[in-house]
C-alpha cells in the first residue's frame, strides 16, 4: 500500500502563493506518475497537475487554467511531491488532492490508485 500525506493548505489572499506537499510512504516502488486534483463544492474532482515518467523522461502536465502559476515538483530522496501555487484566484478555492499512480498511461484523468485524504486552500477576495 502506499500513503499520501498533504500539508500546507491555508487561506491566502487574491494573488498570493502558497505551496503543498505531499509525502509518500509505504511501497513507494515502480510509481509511474504523480499528480494534483482539486474539487470545489458542487463540483467535480478536476485534474491539476501531474509529474510522470517514462524511462528516462520526465513529464509535467497542466490544466490550461493553471499554467503559468503553478508549478509541480519532486524530490526523489523524500519521495515527495509539490505543488507551487502562484497568482491565486478565488477559483483555485477547492480540497487539493495528490495522488499516486502506478499504472502507465494517461495522468489527467482520475484513474489513479491512491489518493491522500485531502487539503483545503481558500482563496479570500
Known amino acids: 500500500q502506499v500513503q499520501l500525506v498533504e500539508s500546507g493548505g491555508g487561506l491566502v489572499q487574491v494573488g498570493g502563493s502558497l505551496r503543498l506537499s505531499c509525502a509518500a510512504s509505504?511501497?513507494?516502488?515502480?510509481?509511474?506518475?504523480m499528480g494534483w486534483f482539486r474539487q470545489a463544492p458542487g463540483e467535480e474532482r478536476e485534474f491539476v497537475a501531474a509529474?510522470?515518467?517514462?524511462?528516462?523522461?520526465?513529464?509535467?502536465d497542466y490544466t490550461d487554467s493553471v499554467k503559468g502559476r503553478f508549478t509541480a515538483s519532486r524530490e526523489k530522496a523524500k519521495n515527495t511531491v509539490y505543488l507551487q501555487m502562484n497568482s491565486l484566484k478565488p477559483e483555485d478555492t477547492a480540497v487539493y488532492y495528490c495522488?499516486?499512480?502506478?499504472?502507465?498511461?494517461?495522468?489527467?484523468?482520475?484513474?489513479?490508485?491512491?489518493w491522500g485524504q485531502g487539503i483545503q486552500v481558500t482563496v479570500s477576495s
Open positions: 509505504g511501497r513507494t516502488d515502480s510509481t509511474y506518475a
Open positions: 495522488a499516486a499512480k502506478k499504472s502507465p498511461g494517461g495522468v489527467t484523468t482520475l484513474n489513479y490508485e491512491y
Open positions: 509529474i510522470r515518467w517514462s524511462g528516462p523522461y520526465t513529464y509535467y
